[in-house]
């Protein structure tokens, strides 16, 4: 392939990763919370669940999948399979990070048992007074918490 070409190709690589929304490069990028225990993200419980059930589901050691360097579970294989064809659906935004404490500047991990689903994104939340906190301005709280997540894991 020429320089020119090579060049092309990286720009058209750049240019597809800027377009990405913000919430999907928050996701890519291999920052999950897990338990060092167990290995499991969201502590084993089905990132799927929170969107098909609507409620917190324990996941299976019979339906597990690895994405994001950390091991998923979940309480079915529909919901497997569902995650691992698009796990940036899924997947609890900011690595299951709380966005309050991000917004207000440090990386506080979230709870999967303090959860919201918040137009089509699953978020975990530090405390429930995080959980309040967002409830009275979810868009304001995301713009800081990506702006203040950018700054902190900007690879």
Known sequence: MSSIGRFVAAFALIAAALAIPGHARVLE???????PATGFAANGYDPVAYFVDGTIREGDPDYE???????????????????VRD???YAPSFGGRCPVALA????AEGNPRLWSVYEERLYFFYSQEHMQAFTED???I???ARQSWNKQFPY
């Open 29 to 35: 990028n291999g920052h999950f919370v897990f338990d």
């Open 87 to 89: 796990p940036l659906v």
């Open 142 to 144: 995301l713009a800081e």
């Open 104 to 107: 207000r500047g440090y990386p």
């Open 65 to 83: 999948a690895r994405w994001g360097e950390v091991t998923w579970r979940f309480a079915n294989e529909g919901n497997r399979d569902a995650f």
């Open 138 to 140: 979810p868009d304001q």
